[in-house]
């Protein structure tokens, strides 16, 4: 990569912002929440269209994919997977591929849940871009569009060949995206190719400083339901004659975790991996602070404390740790004023985050056990329900990995600074999906900061992250395009074994063999 591309590249792009501005406002007025099929569905198909449409218009190929799983458990339809390629216009066949993933659809959101200006239009205040999918995950998947757009107007072939895997069901659970992904990375299909997978879907540590991300956390969503009757009752003509499912459901809920966060459901702790010296050495020079991580996360104008005081704790405690978190009750009365009503029925929503070697299945099971012996406990003769609803397991890669370090050094060359590698305590569980089906590296680069409020109200997108996202998702490419070596989807050569993948730099000879990048 020269430095005259760079120059141009960096240009162009400063060059560009009001038109992504606007790009990003008319994706984000699109309400494609997941969360709520039956009105939303024609909404994920539009921006999946309109991303289609793109991607047709900058030269690529792109074909809305059915959802290889048809209907959710609802009997809803499942929006289709956008599947995008861009091949370098000289020696495609000899360059490497890489495949960026993102999504498209986005969490519910509403101006009287707290926002500041409405969600679906993109506000700008103080050099933030307010508004839902603006950092999760609309802006770092138009960015993707962004740096192609950018070497088409250049003149400048791509370095490596590149393709686009958006779906529109990663905020409910990314159904059909696992089939599609089994399905794909058969011999002669789409994802058979791959070298390479970039996500750009998780956040920095901090406010300022950029970081690679080598591990996530699982997951395992759970639901508990009582019922005490067939319909709701009034609580002052009733009351005290029913055993109120309301009251079981609480102290099965209240079983799960004391106040100081330990889990108290017996054997989570079985399996979870032992800290390594290795480990524990990464640590000590990320760049994190806890007083700045009280305000950013607006704690510290309410309790201003938090789980452990020392910076390793925390981190830990966030990453490494698994954790159960309770999420709310549905079936009992949440709107605003009093309503004197027994539930009939009320369901509990809670998670637990899973760390290596955990297993979702195994976490089900112990989750089960404990709530079954609990409830009977009680002596209620209510009935009780233990659905797992998503379960993954944890994803841990190798920081040194070539992908890795194309990353680094992009990143580098846009900031000034190497990234901190570090994990993340939330889940995505198409990491895992991609490297198991292809047995190639993914690499979580992300864009947004610490502090975007995914999820949340007033979620934002950094007008500056925004121009160095796209900066430093060009730069991969190139430092991609410069690895020597066969391709990785092309090695046939024979695996490492145990003892070899346990040498350090084992990961540095390509993923999991003995080819050197």
Request: aromatic residues 8%; charged residues 25%.
């Amino acid at each position: 990569m020269s430095d005259n591309f760079k120059a141009q590249f960096f240009q162009h792009v400063d060059d560009s912002v009001l038109q992504y501005i606007a790009e990003l406002g008319e994706a984000v007025a699109i309400p494609s929440v997941s969360a709520d099929l039956q009105t939303h569905l024609t909404d994920i198909i539009a921006m999946e269209k309109w991303a289609l449409d793109y991607i047709e218009r900058l030269g690529g190929t792109a074909e809305l994919l059915p959802n290889p799983k048809g209907v959710d458990d609802d009997g809803n339809e499942l929006p289709p997977i956008l599947l995008a390629e861009f091949k370098a216009a000289e020696n495609s066949e000899s360059k490497k591929t890489v495949c960026c993933y993102a999504h498209l659809d986005v969490q519910p959101a509403a101006k009287e849940d707290g926002w500041d200006s409405d969600p679906f239009v993109l506000t700008e205040k103080d050099d933030k871009l307010y508004g839902r999918g603006s950092t999760d995950d609309k802006g770092p998947a138009l960015s993707w569009l962004w740096v192609i757009q950018a070497h088409r107007k250049l003149g400048v072939d791509l370095p490596v060949n590149v393709k686009l895997m958006f779906e529109g069901m990663e905020e409910s659970g990314s159904e059909g995206m696992f089939e599609a992904i089994q399905i794909l990375s058969k011999e002669g299909k789409f994802l058979s190719d791959v070298d390479f997978f970039c996500i750009s879907d998780n956040y920095w540590l901090g406010a300022s400083k950029p970081c690679l991300t080598y591990g996530l956390r699982g997951l395992a969503y759970f639901s508990c339901s009582v019922q005490c009757c067939e319909q709701d009752l009034h609580s002052g003509v009733l009351g005290g004659t029913v055993h109120e499912a309301m009251t079981d459901l609480v102290q099965l809920m209240a079983s799960l975790i004391d106040s100081s966060g330990k889990i108290l459901v017996p054997g989570i702790m079985d399996d979870v991996a032992e800290v390594t010296p290795e480990e524990d050495a990464l640590y000590e020079t990320i760049d994190f602070n806890c007083e700045s991580y009280k305000k950013e996360n607006k704690v510290a104008s309410v309790s201003n404390k938090l789980m452990y005081e020392k910076e390793k704790d925390l981190l830990m405690a966030r990453w490494r740790w698994p954790t159960l978190s309770l999420h709310g009750i549905e079936g009992a009365f949440a709107g605003t004023g009093a309503k004197t009503v027994i539930p009939a029925k009320a369901i509990g929503k809670f998670s637990l985050r899973l760390v290596p070697d955990q297993d979702p299945k195994r976490i089900e099971q112990c989750v089960s056990d404990h709530l079954n012996k609990v409830f009977s406990s009680l002596g209620s003769p209510n009935k009780m329900n233990v659905s797992l609803l998503h379960g993954a397991k944890a994803w841990l890669s190798d920081p040194k990995h070539p992908n890795f370090e194309a990353a680094a050094r992009a990143t580098e060359k846009v900031y000034g600074m190497l990234p901190d590698y570090t994990r993340e305590g939330g889940s995505i569980p198409i990491t895992t999906a991609f490297e198991e089906a292809t047995q190639m590296n993914v690499c979580l680069l992300p864009v947004g900061a610490c502090d975007d409020m995914a999820h949340s109200q007033n979620e934002k997108y950094n007008k500056k992250n925004l121009i160095n996202g796209v900066k430093v998702l060009g730069l991969y490419l190139h430092e991609l395009g410069e690895l020597k070596g066969p391709k990785p989807s092309e090695c046939r050569c024979v695996e490492l074994s145990p003892e070899e993948l346990m040498e350090p730099g084992a990961f540095m000879r390509g993923f999991k063999c003995k080819c050197f990048m």
